[in-house]
């Protein structure tokens, strides 16, 4: 057979298969995110180290200094840095920001709509080299955490009655709604009545209001502060690089637009 030009990249040990790439593909090693982590040692305190997908991702969240602030007293939140390296031939290297709501370890994705927000490089050639110009140009002036504090204040100081509870729902999730269902037929629709009437949280701070909506969505798609390790290793990866972050941001926003009509 003629050469196919793509190449499998491998776990030595397992022997396992993380991804397909082309030859223009460049191995980033770990030590780059150790670099990156390095770099910013003195504007951050070390959360933790992941390793995802059997080795196709290694990730690093810390907790940036100065960025914390309370939304009602009590409930803190954070911003948050998550340095990340693929191995899988699709997650490439870089560094995102996001907030962190303390009381249930859950991600608030309102920082991810803003441009600088993330920084990132393909595993291509120069990769190594580009990598050191990507840690320098990371932002932690912490420019937009407070306009999104104070945008989550504003939920917390708007009461929503059920049928807005339903609607924001409806907004986040229509397009899992099957044709001819209801946001009552999602599987996922009783976890999310639960996480509302007495989550994380719920009682103690601002229940019932826009921001105790947004938690109940975000603690079901992204906190890991419930479930065994290898349950929250998962959760951890969907909160960060999969469908929790976009169904997380996206809660954020259309919470946003609601609260403008209320």
């Not at 776990?11 to 770099?39: C, W």
């Not at 939304?71 to 996001?98: E, N, S, Y």
């Not at 109940?216 to 972050?245: C, D, H, P, Y």
Request: proline share 3%; aromatic share 8%; net charge neutral.
């Amino acid at each position: 057979f003629p050469p196919s030009g793509s190449y499998g990249l491998v776990r030595t040990g397992t022997h396992d298969i993380l991804g397909i790439v082309s030859k223009q593909y460049e191995i980033v090693p770990n030590e780059s995110l150790l670099r990156m982590a390095e770099f910013i040692r003195e504007e951050v305190d070390m959360d933790t180290v992941v390793v995802l997908s059997d080795g196709g991702k290694v990730a690093f969240t810390a907790t940036l200094r100065g960025a914390s602030q309370d939304i009602v007293p009590g409930d803190t939140v954070k911003r948050r840095i998550v340095g990340f390296l693929g191995h899988d031939g699709k997650t490439g290297c870089g560094a995102m920001f996001t907030n962190i709501r303390v009381v249930c370890t859950n991600t608030l994705a309102a920082a991810m709509s803003t441009a600088d927000a993330k920084v990132s490089i393909r595993h291509k050639t120069g990769a190594n080299d580009n990598f050191d110009q990507l840690i320098q140009s990371i932002d932690t002036a912490r420019e937009t955490f407070n306009t999104e504090v104070e945008l989550f204040r504003t939920f917390a100081e708007t009461p929503i009655e059920q049928g807005d509870f339903r609607e924001l729902l409806e907004r986040v999730y229509a397009s899992e709604i099957p044709e001819g269902k209801q946001i009552d037929d999602l599987r996922k629709y009783p976890k999310l009545r639960r996480a509302y009437v007495g989550g994380l949280g719920q009682r103690e701070f601002a229940p019932y209001t826009m921001w105790s909506a947004v938690n109940a969505i975000t603690e079901v798609e992204t906190s890991t502060q419930i479930g065994t390790r290898a349950q929250q290793r998962r959760q951890f990866a969907k909160a960060n690089f999969g469908t929790g972050l976009t169904t997380s941001k996206r809660a954020v926003m259309e919470a946003m637009t609601m609260c403008e009509s209320l």
